[in-house]
T-cell receptor, first 113, second 110 residues
Framework: DTAVSQTPKYLVTQMGNDKSIKCEQNLGHDTMYWYKQDSKKFLKIMFSYNNKELIINETVPNRFSPKSPDKAHLNLHINSLELGDSAVYFC????????????FGSGTRLTVV | QKEVEQNSGPLSVPEGAIASLNCTYSDRGSQSFFWYRQYSGKSPELIMSIYSNGDKEDGRFTAQLNKASQYVSLLIRDSQPSDSATYLCAVTGGYQKVTFGTGTKLQVIP
């Protein structure tokens, strides 16, 4: 059983489109995250949810909107995609506010053309 | 100044040698420290966590923490080609926020 699963694994889309990435964890963790990894491999936090409540909302364009229907799911919707949005997006979860480290999903490679 | 700094490498070591990876951080209030391994095209995987000054050993891996110097290191003994990957240092500071370094690429030469 995959602990943190993301779909889709690859996403190629045109500029201006709207797309969603889904994430589910079966670890019973309370906290979930979205990270963006750019071409230089830098991992930057975007959002964090604790038991469906938004905790961290970094400086991210309003085009990005997270949604957590329950503590096992965290989705990311992106409106009006731009070339600069191309990156790998990782979902992660942790049992205790990140203090015990994260379990990452396999990532979604988004390419905007 | 970056919050978490690592030398990007690549760090090349011969098989069987000790690989030493270093990381410095800027937030003196940081409480939890992690090392993640990321193979090319894969997701980061937690390999070590350390919370207090000193050394913590797990198999061939030893994490070292010096809060006074704001310094974390990872030693890999008896390096194997399968250890070739990018190693990410991560630090927990403010509430639930983990900050990653840019990673050090390790190459173990057979």
């Amino acid at each position: 059983d995959t602990a943190v699963s993301q779909t889709p694994k690859y996403l190629v889309t045109q500029m201006g489109n709207d797309k969603s990435i889904k994430c589910e964890q079966n670890l019973g963790h309370d906290t979930m995250y979205w990270y963006k990894q750019d071409s230089k491999k830098f991992l930057k936090i975007m959002f964090s949810y604790n038991n469906k409540e938004l905790i961290i909302n970094e400086t991210v364009p309003n085009r990005f909107s997270p949604k957590s229907p329950d503590k096992a799911h965290l989705n990311l919707h992106i409106n009006s995609l731009e070339l600069g949005d191309s990156a790998v997006y990782f979902c992660a979860s942790s049992p205790r506010d990140g203090k015990d480290g994260y379990t990452f999903g396999s990532g979604t490679r988004l390419t905007v053309v | 100044q970056k919050e978490v700094e690592q030398n990007s490498g690549p760090l090349s070591v011969p098989e069987g040698a000790i690989a030493s990876l270093n990381c410095t951080y800027s937030d003196r209030g940081s409480q939890s420290f992690f090392w993640y391994r990321q193979y090319s095209g894969k997701s980061p995987e937690l390999i070590m966590s350390i919370y207090s000054n000193g050394d913590k050993e797990d198999g061939r891996f030893t994490a070292q923490l010096n809060k006074a110097s704001q310094y974390v290191s990872l030693l890999i003994r008896d390096s194997q080609p399968s250890d070739s990957a990018t190693y990410l240092c991560a630090v927990t500071g403010g509430y639930q926020k983990v900050t990653f370094g840019t990673g050090t690429k390790l190459q173990v030469i057979p």
